[in-house]
DNA sequence: GTCTATACTTCGATAGAC
DNA sequence: GTCTATCGAAGTATAGAC
């Protein structure tokens, strides 16, 4: 309570706006266009107003990644419902908006120790809870199948490269992998591996493809 | 032949410094802090040479990327007189500096055309004999095995997942991801999957570290 | 909460002397 | 090949009126 400044609790249109603004930069030209100006002229707002409500470009970026990773946070929560959570899990680490933001947090957070410490605990707590869903999920598996720890991660890093790659236009191997994957789905949760029956039972929770994976 | 600028031709060990400096700044501070003052200052050279060698800061980017990927597909190369291609592919991938720089580009790539251009011909190359030596490697695999194509995918993504939760302080289920592959790469390699055994077995072409993956 | 005005720094890029 | 000098644009951040 030192400083007197609107948190994330005020409902602030503008510093909604601000935010959203933020966010489009980062995604279309790199955090590096993420600038107090840039970002207000987005925002159509006065580039004031940024230090009005973040006080600095760092807590910006701060308050823009607990934004998304809270609400990425809810929706891994409302998984566990999921008739196919396994499935749930692995597009919802595979949205481009989503995967393509992580990607700018964590070059931002190669040098950038705040941000660095944010990420670090966000995907502490991401991963903890993707591996509690594939431990109640996979209650059948083999024993010389990976631990739920294991299974994040490697969803995790699939997930991602084959996002940076589509970014890139790379494709080579992509179609095998993602046969794999629904294989390795098909198998522990038992439903025909079609991508029509994904398009048909949309997932809750799925509304605002946004933060990071 | 238009424009009398030096190539990458030119031995210049000005040329050399300021790309090294590049690569110092790229990977301590980040892309946005490869400015043309910053680089000339650590290269203890004038900032106007940055412009006589390169043009432009984004020919600059490229240069830089040149040269790191044609250095890490002529190792590529190297690793096919390897006694254990599997695991030195692994490794090549695995390095932090290289797989670091190449978050970097790819963030750069995000919002930059030609740097984007560069990045895809140069993964495509990558990944095709990445999968070349995985096809020579694995004589024996079983019709079940992934394509060389995937292979190649799942490297890559795995191994740099690993490498970014480092940077993160990441550490859940990394061994058990790492046993996996060392099982893998025993089991087509038939060797004993030992880390002292890859200690104690320098692989060729492995001295400078320094590149994307 | 929103605005103007401003101080100060750093950026990319160029012209031209040496 | 290397340097100085300089332009205009854009950056962070703050003070203070409304």
């Not at 705040?114 to 990420?119: D, I, K, P, T």
Request: hydrophobic content about 45%; aromatic content about 6%.
């Amino acid at each position: 309570m030192s400083a007197a400044r609107p948190g994330s609790g005020s409902a602030s249109a503008t510093r909604g706006a601000l935010l959203d603004a933020a966010a489009q930069l980062m995604l279309e030209e790199g955090y590096a266009a993420v600038t107090t100006r840039r970002v207000a002229a987005r925002a159509d707002a006065n580039p004031a107003l940024v230090y009005y409500y973040f006080g600095t470009v760092d807590e910006l970026f701060l308050a823009l990644f607990r934004r998304g990773a809270e609400a990425n946070l809810r929706r891994l929560e409302d998984l566990r419902q999921s008739a196919h959570p396994l499935r749930a899990l692995w597009e919802l680490s595979s949205e481009p908006h989503s995967a393509a933001l992580t990607v700018e947090f964590i070059a931002l957070a190669h040098h950038r120790p705040a941000v660095r410490a944010e990420l670090s605990a966000y995907f502490v707590r991401f991963r903890r809870l993707q591996g509690d869903i594939l431990e109640a999920t996979l209650v059948h598996r083999p024993s010389t199948a990976p631990s739920p720890a294991a299974l994040a991660v490697l969803i995790s890093g699939l997930s991602r490269v084959l996002v940076m790659d589509d970014a890139l236009g790379l494709t080579s191997g992509h179609a095998e992998v993602r046969e794999l994957i629904d294989g390795f789905a098909a198998r522990f949760e038992g439903v025909t591996p079609t991508t029509s029956d994904a398009a048909a039972s949309p997932e809750p929770g799925r509304a605002d493809p946004d933060g990071p994976d």
